[in-house]
């Protein structure tokens, strides 16, 4: 079968070069093939130098089916039967016809392996005298050519079966007498030769010859194709004529029974003719000098060169078949070679030889065209088993190569004379056909059993699926897994490189390549090579032959691999999506995958709680305070609208708040909503100093979270680093942004007056006067602070004054009413505290006076200080009391009962001083 809808590949020029020629079972081979590109391919026309082709059809008939096969274009024709030696009017021959049903697949009429084949076989039955009908069959585009050779005689029919005309053998003349005429044929155009090989020659038996007719004249007559007598061709037995070979004005004559001397020794070399028209070239001959050659009386069915022929697709060569030839130098078995003649000189090309254990290789030979300069070579041989082969060669101009491939057919029964039927009879056939720009390939091959037609394979049929919805998004984290599945729609098996492209793959994936590669045939065989994954080209390829159909249906092969989606901080890797392309070497479909990616959304930002337990944002990189309560609210959600493709997500989302402990007490983590999606916990067991919130969410849906904290006061032991620093990390996208808040101090201040209205501090304080005290509360923080508090502590004061009076708060923010401090006589301890919130830079200045009693001791302090869970200030102030004490009061002066003695001492002294002055001044006088 093949397919007229195909579509084109390219190859690197590497590619052409070729593998190592491995067999390949029930199949045909074809060289490595790499740089597959997507675009359009057609295998018909591929830039391969070695066509795929896989059985197609086969086609059975009588005891002796295939002793004689022809092609061309979209036609076939074969030896149904052979007419027995005596007999006539039995025999038969059956041309086959390519048709095309209404999707352009195709397929052969009489194809015996088919239940459905086309009709369209013709069948030409030997006309009732005939005898010998079906020794050989040649075939053009109007003419089906049979050789009769028991009534020495060549029938020409047209492509319907009915006769054209009758070639009868030439009669004999002084240097001739025909024999076996028709036993073979070759048709170029309208060049007919016919081959008689038992023709004596020069009186000479068996010696052979041939003759040449042009079908286009109706009244042309076989002209004689002769050496020259005397040539050294012309030797009995020689069979001149057995295979016959015609390219334009050449033609070639095989002679296998030749003998010539070799070492001293007569033995069967073979030879081959070469002809221009009518006229004799020369003889070419083997090289005496490389192997050996049976002995001429050898008992071992032989043959020498000259068992096959065929001309290369110019003309330029003669490929010439040796099967008994031996590489050893001491003539042990029949191994086999094809020279490659040149036509212009006569001289050896180059020669083709087969694997180990191959045997009787050579004995038969076919070219097809190829690109770039070569042909496509088969040549039929046994392996070691005996079993049948035909080997494949892409042959270039100069120089030879190693094999190809080798063709065998489906069925184990037909490997019995399998493209080498023997001595006599078989046929390997190559041609090559154009239909509307599409090239085809057919090899018909003979086996004792049937006719095996290899044709241009159906194209591969390719899908591709991956597990995730066509066009559907993925999210970061989650296992993306391909299916890449080549179906064979052929019988046999087809050699092919499978790729998928992975430059829209790798970009995404979390390890950079892909894993989790398989591959599986259907049905199972033996184990497939491994796909191959090259990371630097970005390419999954794996090359192998996709078996072919069996009674469960079409081979397949099916690769498979997975990627784990990258997760990536950068918002513009999620607008890409995941795209890869799915090619063979062999097919012109190109399924592709595409799934764009989706992403989740996790924002994340603090808040101040007030004391109404409203919620303010904090500005990021803000200060925050001590001893406050605050929120970090966390927002997961899924922002894909509502009309993309995708499936709800399940993601988890973990705040690690070790870097806000040492600083705030985590007091609780909690969903906010009327309907809350997810399950969330803090310092759980399996994830301890962290919430954790897991849910699934489909598109357009969120879950917030609000993480409860408390800072600690300024006075925390064991200190924190006052850094409060946490970030949401997401396992389906970008993580949170890192929440950063150092935690610092209000500013306190506190100072001694003398009076309600001065600036300027005192350090001392009479008795009896009055003090007047200022305390500053200033938020030198980012934040609002909701919990301002402070304590004045005055049992240093109170010994030396009176209680505090005149309390008041006042803010320096116009309007802003602050609550008043207070008292409290018991402790000593003024305090002060306020919920409405301080704002930053806002100062609350928070005054009181004291009177320092009359009886306080000089000398002494009044010693207070404040401190404020807001802060790690402790300002203090000390103002020392002045003045002389009463005596009576005096620890030494034994109490209130001497006060009046002082005052007379005193004034006694004071007398005595004064009557002493006034005497003096009485003196002077």
């Known amino acids: 079968m093949v397919c007229l809808a195909l579509s084109a590949f390219a190859l690197t020029a590497a590619a052409r070069r070729g593998d190592d020629g491995r067999d390949i079972a029930r199949s045909t081979g074809v060289g490595v093939r790499s740089g597959l590109v997507a675009g359009s391919r057609l295998p018909g026309n591929d830039k391969s130098d070695f066509p795929r082709l896989v059985q197609d059809a086969r086609f059975t008939g ?51 392996d088919s239940a459905s084949a086309p009709a369209g076989s013709v069948r030409i039955a030997a006309p009732a005298a005939v005898s010998g009908f079906g020794y050989q069959v040649a075939l053009n585009d109007q003419y089906v050519v049979v050789g009769a050779k028991w009534s020495q005689e060549v029938l020409v029919f047209d492509l319907s079966g009915s006769l054209v005309r009758t070639i009868g053998a030439p009669a004999d003349s002084d240097r001739y007498e025909v024999d076996n005429f028709g036993e073979s044929l070759a048709l170029d155009g309208n060049s007919l ?27 042309s007559v076989p002209t004689p194709l002769l050496a020259p007598k005397g040539d050294a061709s012309i030797v009995e037995g020689a069979l001149a004529g057995q295979t016959v070979a015609v390219h334009g004005g050449s033609v070639a004559l095989g002679a296998p029974g030749q003998e010539r001397t070799v070492a001293g020794v007569d033995s069967l070399t073979g030879g081959v003719q070469l002809f221009s028209g009518s006229g004799f070239v020369r003889d070419l001959n083997v090289d005496k000098a490389q192997g050996s050659y049976p002995a001429a009386n050898a008992s071992t069915a032989r043959a020498g060169l000259g068992r096959s022929l065929a001309f290369s697709s110019d003309g330029g060569q003669v490929l010439a078949g040796d099967p008994s030839w031996d590489s050893s130098t001491q003539w042990a078995e029949q191994r086999g070679v094809v020279y490659r003649f040149n036509v212009a000189d006569g001289s050896v090309n180059s020669t083709l030889k087969g694997k180990e254990g191959a045997q009787y290789f050579g004995s038969s030979v076919a070219v097809g065209d190829a690109p770039d300069g070569r042909d496509t070579v088969f040549v039929g041989y046994r392996d070691g088993a005996g079993a049948g082969r035909v080997a494949g060669y892409a042959v270039p101009a100069k120089g030879s190569e190693a094999q190809r491939a080798t063709f065998q057919p489906l069925d184990a029964a037909g490997e019995d004379g399998f493209g080498s039927l023997g001595l ?77 492209d ?334 409405s919130g301080v704002a930053p830079g806002e100062t609350v200045t928070v005054s009181y006076r004291v009177t320092v009693k009359s009886d306080a001791h000089s000398g002494s302090s009044l010693v207070n200080g404040v ?17 002389m004490d009463p005596v009576s009061h005096l620890p030494f002066t034994g109490g209130s009962h001497v006060l009046w003695l002082v005052l007379a001492l005193i004034l006694g002294v004071f007398l005595v001083s004064a009557g002493y002055a006034a005497n003096r001044y009485t003196s002077r006088r």
Do not use: C
């Open 193 to 219: 030769v016919i081959g008689a090989p038992n023709s004596t020659v020069d009186d000479v038996d068996d010696a052979g010859m041939g003759f040449v007719v042009d079908l286009s004249d109706a009244a």
């Open 502 to 835: 992975l430059s829209g793959v790798l970009p995404y994936s979390q390890s950079g390549t892909v894993d989790n590669v398989k591959v599986s045939t259907d049905p199972a065989g033996a184990a497939p090579g491994a796909p191959v994954v090259d990371v630097d080209a970005a390419r999954l390829t794996w090359k192998g032959a996709v078996p072919g159909e069996s009674a469960q249906g079409p081979g397949k092969v099916t690769v498979t691999y997975s990627v784990t989606v990258l997760r990536s901080q950068d918002a513009s890797y999620y607008q890409g999506s995941i795209e890869n392309t799915f090619v063979s070497d062999y097919s012109q479909d190109e399924p592709k995958t595409s799934n764009g990616l989706g992403r989740i959304e996790v924002n994340k930002r603090l808040l101040a709680v007030s004391s109404d337990g409203a919620l303010t944002p904090v500005t990021e990189g803000s200060s925050v305070a001590f001893g406050q309560r605050y929120v970090y609210e966390v927002t997961v959600s899924n922002p894909l609208p509502a009309d993309a493709i995708a499936d709800p997500v399940d993601v988890t989302v973990s705040d690690d708040m070790h870097d806000v402990a040492d600083d705030a007490s985590v007091e609780s983590a909690s969903l906010v909503g009327d309907s809350p999606i997810g399950v969330v916990t803090w310092n759980d067991a399996s994830s301890p100093g962290k919430v954790v919130w897991k849910g699934t969410l489909d598109k357009g849906q969120q879950a917030v979270v609000r993480i409860q904290v408390t800072t600690y006061p300024a006075d925390h032991s064991p200190a924190g680093d006052h850094k409060l620093i946490n970030q949401a990390m997401n396992n389906r996208g970008p993580d949170s942004v890192s929440v950063k808040n150092d935690v610092s101090s209000v500013d306190l201040g506190k100072g001694a007056f003398g009076s309600a209205t001065s600036s300027e501090g005192v350090s001392s304080v009479r008795k009896g006067k009055d003090l007047f005290y200022r305390v500053t509360y200033r938020n030198s923080t980012g934040v609002t602070v909701y919990d301002a508090s402070l304590k004045d502590d005055l049992s240093g004061v109170l010994g030396s004054a009176g209680k505090p009076m005149d309390l008041s708060a006042v803010s320096s923010v116009t309007n802003h009413k602050v609550a008043a401090p207070t008292f409290d006589e018991a402790s000593g301890v003024l305090s002060w505290s306020d919920s």
């Open 62 to 112: 009588g005891d002796r089916v295939g002793y004689g096969a022809a092609a061309f274009g979209k036609r076939l024709a074969y030896v149904e039967s052979q007419g027995v030696p005596g007999g006539s009017g039995d025999g038969a021959v059956v041309v086959q016809t390519l048709s095309s049903d209404s999707n352009g697949v195709s397929a052969w009429s009489g194809d015996a």
């Open 424 to 500: 006599l009879g078989g046929a390997l056939v190559a041609n090559t056909f154009t239909e509307n720009g599409i090239g085809y390939r057919n090899l018909l091959v003979s086996a004792r059993g049937g006719v095996y037609h290899f044709g241009t394979p159906i194209p591969l049929k390719l899908s591709k699926s991956a597990d995730h919805t066509e066009g559907s998004r993925v999210f970061p984290g989650q296992r993306l897994t391909y299916t890449l599945t080549a179906v064979n729609p052929n019988r046999g098996a087809v050699e092919t490189v499978l790729a998928d």
């Open 867 to 883: 401190q404020s869970p807001q802060s790690g200030q402790r300002p203090t102030t000390r103002v020392n009391v002045q003045g």
